[in-house]
């Protein structure tokens, strides 16, 4: 099957995400600057998950450049995903109104762990539809900024019920680590 249909949803879906995220941001209760400072929290995680959505969908962007065409597993690999996806909305809104909580830092970084899991289960469902010898599994490699970034949720996790903000800084370093899209499945597209 052909895969614009299925891209021009994912592209609908994480628009409607970004959506639902700005509009968790509520007008300040005053009209001084001094009315911004209860927004601060709200305002770095929606900035934030900005990014994951941002980042997801790029990359998503870059994967469907290498892949020819799907199967079902693959429309339901993706469907998984922006499942996922779609929950961080309502857990971003938690960790922006409870910013020294442990528990809404933690669910946090369960999410993204479900969202990096959601992933790469989309990458082996391509590669699995369209062979080992695919562009893709060709282009994906050893996947160490995958586990590596695993590694980073887990460990922002257990640094929630320490200090939560320890664990946000985890997850933005793990977020400034995939800014620039997958450059392995690039260089793969560029040889094509």
Same mark, same amino acid.
């Given at each position: 099957?052909?895969?614009?249909?299925?891209?021009?949803?994912?592209?609908?879906? !994480?628009?409607? *995400?970004?959506?639902?995220?700005?509009?968790?941001?509520?007008? /300040? &209760?005053?009209?001084?600057?001094? =009315? +911004?400072?209860?927004?601060?929290?709200?305002?770095?995680?929606?900035?934030?998950?900005?990014?994951?959505?941002?980042?997801?969908?790029?990359?998503?962007?870059?994967?469907?450049?290498?892949?020819?065409?799907?199967?079902?597993?693959?429309?339901?690999?993706?469907?998984?995903?922006?499942?996922? !996806?779609?929950? *961080?909305?309502?857990?971003?809104?938690?960790?922006?109104?409870? /910013? &020294?909580?442990?528990?809404?830092? =933690? +669910?946090?970084?369960?999410?993204?762990?479900?969202?990096?899991?959601?992933?790469?289960?989309?990458?082996?469902?391509?590669?699995?539809?369209?062979?080992?010898?695919?562009?893709?599994?060709?282009?994906?490699?050893?996947?160490?900024?995958?586990?590596?970034?695993?590694?980073?949720?887990?460990?922002?996790?257990?640094?929630?019920?320490?200090?939560?903000?320890?664990?946000?800084?985890?997850?933005?370093?793990?977020?400034? =680590?995939?800014?620039?899209?997958?450059?392995?499945?690039?260089?793969?597209?560029?040889?094509?």
């Amino acid at each position: 099957m052909g895969k614009g249909r299925m891209e021009a949803f994912t592209d609908g879906v !994480l628009a409607v *995400i970004i959506t639902i995220l700005v509009l968790e941001m509520k007008v /300040p &209760h005053g009209s001084d600057l001094h =009315a +911004l400072a209860p927004m601060v929290p709200v305002f770095l995680s929606y900035v934030l998950s900005f990014v994951y959505v941002g980042i997801y969908w790029n990359n998503h962007h870059h994967l469907f450049h290498a892949t020819k065409d799907i199967g079902g597993g693959v429309m339901w690999a993706n469907l998984a995903l922006l499942f996922c !996806l779609s929950l *961080i909305p309502a857990v971003t809104a938690w960790v922006g109104d409870h /910013p &020294h909580a442990p528990w809404p830092a =933690a +669910l946090y970084g369960v999410l993204l762990l479900l969202c990096g899991f959601a992933y790469w289960v989309l990458e082996r469902a391509i590669i699995a539809h369209e062979g080992p010898d695919s562009e893709l599994a060709k282009a994906v490699g050893p996947r160490v900024k995958e586990k590596l970034s695993l590694v980073g949720y887990g460990l922002g996790v257990a640094l929630a019920f320490v200090r939560p903000w320890f664990s946000e800084l985890v997850y933005a370093a793990v977020a400034l =680590a995939w800014i620039v899209p997958d450059r392995r499945i690039e260089s793969a597209v560029r040889a094509r």
